[in-house]
């Protein structure tokens, strides 16, 4: 603290010498003094030399740096560590790991990312990279999307769309429609599932054989939450389900919920539940040797593949006066995305 006072002091005294070093130098003409330029600093935190005579200016940036990116690539083992090696090198590795969950909830209407992406799926991911004034590198925005699972004929595309009209930020298709659907396609939480992203071998928890549902491991008391809008028609103790409960929706449809560890507070028949709400903790009640979620859909009182069942039946579309600004958006973005190539790969 002394020595950052007597700094400036100090330079004062050099200065003054200075000048007078060169008032009192008679054979010093007067074109020979040249006026210095001014010491520019770059990196603030940089400490000046001492005994500096010339003007310290210290440059730093306040705007933020915007660019566009592509990153492609082709899971091998997981989304997780595909996004890690494609996006290595443009951006940080928590970055890159947001990506993956921030894909994962553009997609979660579509996709089951803990169940349905395998070895060979292609992703072609449009970023909006910021960097802030202090250097950091973050996503600000996904603009765009593709996602080609090997199992599944057509890729699956999601463009950014802000209407002007002060509307809630959206992802569409190419056709126009919300991605926001009327059903998850997960009944977990999935950023609590540790397998999340790729991984094909789904443990056998020693249930009944030819069962219809999905079983989702996952830690004791994990959330489970309800996959659609709906109304608590069963909660309580049924047979080798355990814990479960039945919520019916809108179209019909029952989705069935067992093993669970116990259920959110207030659970009770006639209950309506929103989708994406927690209805109870993943557990091992029932015909269950070890923790996880059993998980159903039933149509009419049959069980069915909740991967059939849950096949998104659209979203909202893009309002008429909105439409133009859309398709504009949707071309420049497609056109993006089909630029970029997975680099060193065999399409
Ligand atoms: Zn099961």
Redesign the pocket.
Known sequence: MRQARIRPFSYAIVATLGLVAIWLTPALEKKQVFPMPPVVVTEPGLEPADFLLSPLVVKASNSELVDTLAIVGVIHSSLYNALNESGVGVLPAAARHKLAWSLADIFEYKVDMSRDLSQGDKFHILVERLQRPNGAIIVNKILGARLALSNSHDPLEAIHFDPPGGGSTQYYDASGTSLRAAFLRAPVAFRRISSIFGSRKHPI?G?WRN?T???YAAPMGTPVRAIGDGVVIFVGRNGGYGNMIDIRHRNGMVSRY??MRNFAAGMRPGMRVAMGSTIGFVGMTGWATGP?L??EIRVGGVAHDPKLALQSKGGEPIPPSERALFQRMRNQTLASLSEAHVPNATE
């Open positions: 928890f249930e069962h549902g999905t079983d067992g093993h996880h059993h998980f």
